[in-house]
C-alpha cells in the first residue's frame, strides 16, 4: 500500500507541474496549429492551485520536489498577472462631461423560453439594473425581443433614453442577437469583414462634438455545449458509475478544439479592423475564451484590458458551471480608463460589466 501511494504521489508530482508548464504555451500557440495547450488552459486556476498547495506541503516536508512546483508557478507569472487584477476602482467617480459610461451584457435571450412569469420578472430585473447604471452605451450580447410586442424591450429603452441603436437581427417572429443601444448619436455603423453580424459589428458614436468613438461588440464562436455535456460534468464532479468517462471527454473536447480554431480565425477579422480605425476604440463582449488562451493574448497585444487596469480578484464573468472563468471583456484603445467593475447580479449566465472612459 505505501509503495502504491509512493507512486501515485510520483505522477501526480509530474503531471500537475507538466499540466501548468503547458499552459504558459498557450498563449504563443494558436490552436489551429496545435489545440492540446488552449485545452489544458481551461485547467489553469485549478493547476495553479494545486501546485500551490503541493509546493507548500513539500516545502515543509522538505523534499527538493517542491522546486518543481515553484517553478512552474514562477513561469506563469504572466498568465497570473493577465488572470488575477489587484487594483480597483473602489468607488465609482462622479461623471464629467468628457467621460462615457459602458456597459456590457450577455443577457442570455432575457431569459426568454422560460416560463412567462419567470421570463417577465427576469427582464424587469436586467432593465431596472441598465437603469440604475445610468451607462451611455450599452452592448447586448443575446439580446431578444418579439415584434408583436408581446416581450418588449426597445420600448423600455428608448424611454430611457436610449434612443440610437443598430441594426438588429431579425426573423419573421424576433429580433436578437447583438446590438449597441446608445444615448448618444450613432453616426456609423456596420459588420466586420468576414464576420457574421451575429459574431460581431461596430457602431461610431459622437461622444461630443469632434470626438467619435468607435465601439465593437463581439460574441464570439461559443464551444456549443449541450445538456448532455453538462450533465456528463456533472456526474464526472459527482463520481457517478457506469458512465462513458472515454466517450464523453473527447466529445467536449473534440468541441473545445473545433470552436477555439474558429474563434482564432474571428480574432484575426476583428483585430485586422480595428487596425483600421483611426478612432479611440471600445471592444465589448463575451469572447468564450479566459485570459489564459492565445485568443486573449491577441487582443491584449493591441489594445489594454480594462480589468487589469481597474478590476479586482479573478473577475469571473460566467454564471455557470465553471464560475471561475473570465470569457466577457472591455478592452479600449487610446482612451483613459476611469472606472469599472463586474456585477455579480445573476440574472442571466454571464456577469455585466460597466466601464467608463474619459476621451483624452
Known sequence: MKKFFGIFLLIVTAIIPFGLCITFLCTFISPAKLWIPNAVGLGFPFLLFLSAILGIVYLFLLKRRCII?????????????????????????????????????????????????????????????????????????????????????????????????????????????????????????????GLSSLYAHFADIVVRPKDTVRVFNMHLYSNKLDKNDHDFYNDLIKGKENISYRKGIFKILDKINMSAKVRDKQVSHLLKNISETHYPVILCGDMNETPISYCYSQFEKNLDDVFLELGNGTGSTYNGIFPAYRIDYIFYKRLKPVYFNTFSVKYSDHFPLCATFSVK
Open 69 to 193: 512546483f515553484f517553478a512552474a508557478i514562477i513561469l506563469n507569472i504572466p498568465n497570473i498577472i493577465h488572470y488575477v487584477s489587484l487594483s480597483s476602482s473602489e468607488k465609482e467617480p462622479q461623471k464629467k462631461e468628457n467621460q462615457i459610461k459602458v456597459l456590457s451584457y450577455n443577457v442570455n435571450l432575457f431569459d426568454f423560453y422560460a416560463h412567462i412569469d419567470k421570463r417577465n420578472a427576469t427582464r424587469k430585473k436586467i432593465l431596472n439594473f441598465i437603469s440604475d447604471t445610468k451607462a451611455d452605451i450599452i452592448c447586448f450580447e443575446e439580446y431578444y425581443e418579439t415584434k408583436n410586442g408581446s416581450f418588449s424591450i426597445a420600448e423600455y429603452l428608448v424611454d430611457n433614453g436610449y434612443i440610437y441603436h443598430t441594426k438588429r437581427n431579425e426573423n419573421y417572429r424576433a429580433y436578437y442577437g447583438n446590438v449597441i443601444y446608445s444615448r448618444l448619436p450613432i453616426v456609423n455603423e456596420d459588420t466586420i469583414a
